[in-house]
């Protein structure tokens, strides 16, 4: 028996007791034939997800967390003598800039407020003044806020200035329905400890086989972190170019299996109810949430510290994970929050337990209720 904990932070998820176990295999040089069948199998699932048709998109599995995606598509795909388009509306665009900022890629940050979603006429309006952009770039779900961007209408306006559009699905992928195509998606993006509910090291990129092979001409920026590099590699022979996390793999093939089981449809129904429960039991004590309900995520739940003198986060953070729930702190800068997320392989009742154990805690900190602001 392995202990359960409820993780409520933005990833990595809850975990099946299946998905640990599967983790438990024969040691395997990961050249033999054996999985190398198993990469390809969760090649295939990685595509299915986003509904991607194999002979138009494909996957490309690195071993890092998430942001060795967003770095790889960056420094990748980038002709010469051209920009990236950032729309930055969240601490995770703003990482991708700095991004561009290591590797001197000529880019533009476009600032947006961080509480509202992307402003299509601001990027038509800079789409049109430089015709140079070759790639646009943004954040599906702000996991530091809950934020949700309109990718569909964003993508339709990248498509018409001809770019490129990469989209940072992370906390969204496999968790709410995306269509890659539909959504006009060229690339996407998630790490294997979130949505797909697998263990942490393992991350992919989705996206169209043609603007990869067009990439195999644009400068190199890194040896490792190369797109074309290791697509090719998997083309030709089905692996990873450099030795992949074995272990990581197993449990990854297990909780694929275990999505399409659960189903897209269910499991984002799952979600849904498990955030409901969320935001329900914040506002029966009181508290705000940063961003409007519609146009909400639907994962993560950021809330405002209240204004009481013994609210401590740490110290009920420490009550909480005493107890096998893991809270997490905000991530915008000079706003004291907290998140409380729906990822992982959690339901209701978890979300019921939590808040007992969160009101216990409130009680022992002093915490008057409801809070005030
Ligand atoms: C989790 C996450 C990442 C990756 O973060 P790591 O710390 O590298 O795991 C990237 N983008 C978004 C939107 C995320 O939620």
Redesign the pocket.
Known sequence: MIKRNVLLN??PATTTDTVKEAQLVPDICPREKEFVGIMREIEEGLVKIVHGDMSVYTAVLFC???????DICLNSLLPENKKILVINNGA?SS?AVEICEYYGLPHINLRLPMDRQADLDKIEEVMRENPDIALVYT?????GTGLLNPIREIGALVHRYKALFVV?T??TYAMRPIDIAKDNIDFCMA?A??GIMAM?GLSFIIGNREAIEASASYPKRSYYCNLYMQYEYFKLHGEMHFTPPVQVIYAARQALKEYFEEGEAAKWERHSRVFRAIRKGLEELGFKIYIPENIQSGLVAAALYPNDVNWNFEKIHDFCYERGFTIYPGKVENMGMFRLCALGAIDEQDIADFFEVFKAALHDSGVTLPVTY
């Open positions: 933005p990833g890092g967390s998430g942001t060795i995606n967003m995770y990482r954040t599906h779900h702000e996991t940072d992370t906390s790490s400890q979130k942490t």
